[in-house]
């Protein structure tokens, strides 16, 4: 009986391991100590990388040299998706994906077809969800010497249509981005970054209350612009009167949020932050998020408070708040997010996409319509107005303007999450500006551009 059972639990472990291999194998052949991706440039002609239009980002030249894009701006725009030749970003496409591109996946079949005609073994080549031309939009319109992210996402099939991260580096030349590493260019804060979310977390308190307390169409709660709970107050900077949940959201009101958590209790907002996506090991099959955080032990009244407005202990990456919005765009369900949308063989096949297509419900439909509703109201007469777009495009967001000390001595982290509603341009959208100030005077005019450029571009 036990050599039966130690049997299992070996094959169980074989199969976990193999099951690893295959659909996270960027993470292992990811790792900076990995000696096998420097061997293999050596044997192999590294694959070609281009964007959704078919624009060349990355290649390697006849002389085994890798070289990307001729323009400066575009290098610099898709710098943290693409990745370098030395690997100094472990997470971008050049080192994440080299099981591809490096020929790790190649058959048996191909390498001994190589062998036979004698042509050089070559690696995959990778087409990419991303637009390089939002992407530079996307820079260009950046507030000037800012730091932080934009991620634009089709909410129907997950596919990212850009992940722009500020400061950039030039991967022809890592020397300004090395000497300066305080600056962080080489970072993805699309995906690596973890920041308080602010107001914008008010959609998973929103979410929570509408799964879990009864009687919301009574609910009321006057703001007098000062909330006392525990040993601290939460303010605003003068009082809104008396709110629905409704007014509350679109106002952004941090009183009647405090107020409401209190009646959802630590249990309750913290199994639906956990649904969405908080505390979760994001394993993606084609990139890596560091994972949000929520915290769910033993809050007092103060932290549960703080957590329920996206203060305190809450952080989250843009890639997920962008993901938080795209599942309310989808009725509730929310997509893997992809960056790859297809890789060739250098015979001319295709390969099978990593990652999963099925998406998972995580809200009701009807929460979900309930959100999308509140939404909408923000940009159009809330603190999101400035998001907003004309030719009957209809937007639906949040703004969040996000504490980023305990003093207030240094600016608010300027957030915007949304999407478009029409089916026609399913676009959803996460900004953040480090210490930019205003979500609803920062985030959303740069939140309205970049989607109106989407639409422009017909992606």
């Not at 490096?102 to 005609?117: K, N, P, Q, Y």
């Not at 300004?176 to 107001?199: C, F, H, K, M, V």
């Not at 994972?291 to 997920?320: C, F, K």
């Not at 985030?443 to 017909?458: C, D, F, S, Y």
């Amino acid at each position: 009986m036990l050599t039966t059972t130690m049997m299992a639990l070996f094959a169980l472990m074989v199969a976990y391991c193999c099951y690893s291999v295959y659909f996270y194998g960027g993470r292992w052949v990811a790792n900076p100590h990995n000696p096998r991706i420097s061997s293999q440039k050596q044997e192999v002609i590294m694959g070609t990388v281009r964007d959704r239009d078919g624009t060349v980002l990355a290649y390697t030249d006849e002389t085994g040299a890798r070289r990307y894009h001729n323009s400066r701006d575009t290098r610099m725009a898709v710098s943290q998706v693409v990745g370098d030749s030395s690997g100094k970003v472990s997470t971008g496409v050049d080192t994440f994906h080299a099981q591809y591109m490096l020929g790790f996946r190649s058959s048996i079949f191909e390498r001994v077809g190589d062998a036979i005609t004698g042509t050089p073994q070559r690696g995959d080549d990778i087409q990419l969800t991303i637009s390089e031309r939002l992407s530079r939009y996307i820079s260009e319109q950046f507030p000037e010497g800012k730091r932080g992210a934009v991620v634009v996402l089709n909410y129907k099939t997950g596919e990212i249509l850009s992940m722009v991260s500020m400061p950039q580096f030039d991967p022809v030349n890592l020397s300004p981005a090395l000497s300066d590493e305080a600056a962080g260019a080489l970072i993805n804060r699309a995906t690596q970054g973890l920041y308080p979310p602010g107001s914008t977390f008010k959609i998973v308190t929103m979410a929570s209350a509408l799964e879990n307390l009864p009687d919301l169409r009574d609910f009321a709660f006057d703001c007098t612009g000062y909330y006392p709970v525990g040993n601290y107050s939460v303010t605003e900077s003068s009082g809104h009167g008396v709110q629905s949940l409704s007014d509350a959201f679109a106002n952004s009101c941090n009183t009647t949020f405090a107020a409401l958590s209190q009646d959802l209790g630590y249990t309750m907002l913290g199994q639906t932050a956990e649904k969405l996506g908080f505390n979760e090991n994001f394993m993606f099959g084609d990139l890596i998020v560091y994972n949000s955080s929520y915290p769910i032990d033993d809050l007092s009244a103060e932290d549960l408070a703080w957590s329920s407005i996206g203060q305190g202990r809450v952080l989250a990456t843009p890639m997920h708040m962008a993901l938080i919005a795209s599942m309310i765009a989808n009725g509730g369900v929310m997509n893997e997010p992809h960056l790859l949308r297809e890789i060739t063989t250098a015979q001319g096949g295709t390969r099978k996409l990593p990652g999963s297509f099925i998406g998972t419900r995580v809200l009701s439909e009807s929460v979900a319509e309930r959100l999308e509703k509140e939404m909408v109201r923000v940009v159009k007469s809330g603190t999101g107005t400035r998001a907003a777009l004309g030719n009957g495009y209809v937007v639906a967001g949040k703004t969040g303007s996000a504490e980023a000390s305990n003093d207030k001595t240094i600016e608010t982290h300027a957030w915007f999450v949304g999407y478009i509603t029409n089916d026609n341009a399913p676009y959803a959208i996460s900004v953040l500006v480090e210490n930019g100030g205003s979500g609803g005077g920062v985030a959303a005019p740069l939140a309205r551009k970049t989607l109106q450029k989407a639409v422009n571009l017909g992606l």
